[in-house]
């Protein structure tokens, strides 16, 4: 891996990953850090508040956050989050399945933003 | 002969999945069962669809080739295929399968066929939604279908008796894996904590790939080796419930605790309370451990009891979507493409008086994430994406004609006009007492 600009803004890609799952209009984002040492962080930076505010026409419903704590995991189910869902969503991805990378192109410094 | 280590592998994850990685598979996984899970929610519904245009249709429209291929090899491994391929029409696509059967000489191979979740005749109209306000009667589309989600308890009998080949519809998709565990180590279905590891199985293998590095890769961050040649899975069983998941050598993919942590929370909410209709399965606690190349152990899912309803998804006539396009680039693309979506907006309504649900994207600046608030302010090549859903299907056909327009009455260079129209459907659950389906086993022997 090449090594980021300096200043780079860094992301939440750049210590976990994450995969993207729909039920009816919900939507769920599962984020887990590569290394147990960022996991702290991880938490710290991702609340649900953060991610229900930062997407207010995305996410009309509540956020709720499941931690896993002993696989350094986050689990977080978006309600009303999918436009409808895939029945009556218009969006090319009706199923927000790349939502998983909305949560990971948040900034890693901007937590109280 | 009976091996201590059961070995149950994936052949598909969903409708369309590939056909090739899954003879390889057979041919040197030494399987004992081959799971082919084919259903989504909405294919059920367009299945049904399918079967209303042809009665003879309406199973998966890979099965042909599917069963042609596997059918030998598995009769070669002794493999038993467990699939919800039937769709709309598990009675068709056996009479189809056994047809292939005897046309290939597998004398003697017998084929289940599990009917019974099409509970069409038994929920009625005003039954309340699962998950949200108001009842069936309220959707005022058309109905096309009702399917009941099956448990391991609708697949054991064809297991008992000694099916190669056991087709069904709606089957939940880790029962299908459940099952033959369940059969083969014979756990009680009051087991709980078992029920739940053998969900776990399911659940990690159900989507096929996504476990052995499918839907993984990330360049730079979450590289994938020989991904173009990924594996499918497989789940190397103890009795206890724990599972090695693993691979083929010498196919693309990787199994590494990564690939099975995102796989473990796909499409799950509550950690602790997955529900299935074998179990309310508690994956909070499992432990996931590497312990060899392409080899993670999984172990410590537990559960606790069924729900006492299972959950039906119905689906309805929903019209047609149209989608069409046309792209800008170089200066001032955006401010084109933005004046396109006017002209478009303005011409369906005012012209054509079409007042259904349309969509206007700029794919390169922001359609994906639009809803979100991102968008790609320098980008200087860009697609005009519109998408039209309507009963009517000449609403989507006039889009079509407008979108289209453009090209000489639009914007400057505007190019590449493509436009298609697709049947929809749309779907909502409910939940039934359990105790109101009632699930069949038929057996036919080629």
Redesign the interface.
Not at chain 1, 21 to 26: F, L, R
Not at chain 1, 90 to 93: I, Y
């Given at each position: 891996?090449t090594a980021p600009p300096r200043n780079a803004r860094r992301i939440v890609?750049?210590i976990a990953?994450?995969?993207a799952?729909?039920?009816?209009?919900?939507s769920?984002v599962?984020v887990?850090a590569?290394d147990a040492a960022d996991f702290e962080l991880l938490k710290r930076v991702l609340t649900a508040e953060r991610i229900k505010r930062t997407?207010p026409?995305?996410i009309r419903g509540k956020v709720?956050r499941?931690v896993?704590e002993?696989?350094h995991?986050l689990?977080f189910?978006l309600h009303d989050a999918l436009?409808g869902g895939?029945?009556?969503s218009?969006?090319?991805?009706s199923h927000g399945k790349?939502w998983s990378y909305?949560i990971l192109?948040l900034a890693l410094d901007d937590d109280k933003a | 002969m009976t091996s201590a280590v059961f070995r149950i592998g994936t052949g598909a994850g969903f409708s369309a999945d590939r056909l090739d990685p899954a003879i390889d598979l057979v041919e040197r996984g030494k399987l004992d069962v081959l799971v082919l899970e084919c259903l989504g929610e909405r294919t059920v519904a367009f299945s049904h669809r399918d079967r209303m245009a042809d009665p003879e249709r309406g199973y998966n429209a890979h099965l042909r080739r599917r069963m042609q291929a596997l059918l030998p090899v598995c009769a070669a491994a002794g493999t038993t295929m467990i699939t919800n391929m039937g769709a709309a029409n598990p009675r068709a696509a056996a009479a189809r399968t056994l047809e292939i059967a005897r046309a290939l000489g597998l004398k003697g191979l017998k084929i289940a066929c599990i009917e019974g979740d099409d509970v069409s005749a038994v929920v009625p109209a005003n039954q309340p939604f699962m998950d949200e306000v108001g009842t069936l009667a309220d959707v005022g589309m058309p109905v096309v279908g009702m399917n009941a989600y099956l448990g391991a308890d609708a697949i054991v009998p064809a297991l008992v008796a000694e099916a190669g080949v056991i087709i069904g519809g709606r089957l939940a998709d880790p029962s299908m894996f459940l099952a033959p565990l369940a059969h083969r180590f014979g756990w009680d279905a009051a087991d709980m904590p078992r029920m739940g590891a053998g969900s776990l199985i399911g659940h990690l293998l159900e989507c096929g790939m996504q476990i052995t590095g499918g839907y993984f890769a990330d360049p730079g961050v979450k590289d994938v080796p020989d991904l173009a040649n990924c594996g499918y899975p497989i789940a190397e069983v103890q009795s206890d419930g724990s599972a090695v998941i693993t691979k083929l050598d010498g196919t693309g993919g990787c199994v590494t605790t990564s690939t099975v942590k995102e796989q473990l929370l796909y499409e799950v909410h509550d950690p602790a309370r997955y529900l299935t209709p074998d179990v309310t399965a508690d994956f909070s606690r499992v432990q996931i451990a590497e312990v060899g190349k392409n080899r993670v152990k999984v172990s410590h899912a537990s559960g606790t009891a069924r729900p006492q309803t299972l959950k039906v998804t119905v689906g309805f006539d929903g019209g047609f979507q149209g989608e069409a396009g046309v792209s800008y680039a170089g200066p001032a693309a955006q401010e084109r493409g933005r004046l396109a979506a006017q002209i478009v907006r303005d011409r369906l309504s005012r012209v054509h008086g079409i007042k259904s649900d349309l969509r206007i994207d700029l794919i390169g600046v922001n359609s994906l994430f639009a809803t979100a608030g991102i968008s790609a302010a320098d980008a200087q090549d860009l697609r005009l994406h519109v998408a039209l859903r309507s009963p009517a299907k000449e609403d989507a056909e006039l889009m079509l004609w407008e979108v289209e327009s453009l090209l000489c009455c639009g914007p400057a260079g505007g190019g590449g006009f493509r436009g298609s129209i697709v049947p929809c459907v749309m779907t909502k659950s409910v939940l039934i007492e359990r105790e109101r389906v009632k699930p069949t086993l038929s057996v036919f022997v080629a």
């Open positions: 891996m890609r750049d990953h994450a995969r799952g729909d039920k009816g209009n919900t769920n599962n887990w590569y997407f026409d995305l709720e499941y896993i002993h696989l995991g689990n189910v436009e895939v029945n009556s218009l969006n090319l991805d790349s909305l192109g | -």
